[in-house]
């Protein structure tokens, strides 16, 4: 995977992002295009990250990068809401 990234990365991170912006807008139809795009973003880039770069077993990362994503829409609603 890593020759991919260094070659041509854009292919892999639009279409990680996509899928998991689809995911989460099922989940958090409430949420702004725009905090959903974010947050598939950091996802992709985290997840990309720890493929490359283990730091934990795969559920333990997985659990982790499950609660990230679910902080960042809980933190953007208090920031769409004006909630600061």
């Known amino acids: 995977m890593l020759p991919c990234l260094t070659a041509r990365a854009d292919p892999i991170f639009d279409a990680g992002q996509y899928l ?13 295009t725009e905090t959903l795009a974010m947050a598939a973003d950091i996802v ?3 997840t ?15 659990r982790r990068l499950a609660a990230a994503a679910l902080k960042l829409l809980q933190q953007q609603k208090h920031v769409d809401g004006d909630i600061r």
Request: no cysteine; hydrophobic share 40%; proline share 10%.
């Open 20 to 32: 998991v912006r689809e995911w989460m807008g099922t989940r958090h139809p409430e949420q702004h």
């Open 48 to 62: 990309i990250s720890h493929l490359v770069l283990p730091a934990a077993e795969p559920r333990i990362t997985a």
């Open 44 to 46: 992709v880039r985290m």
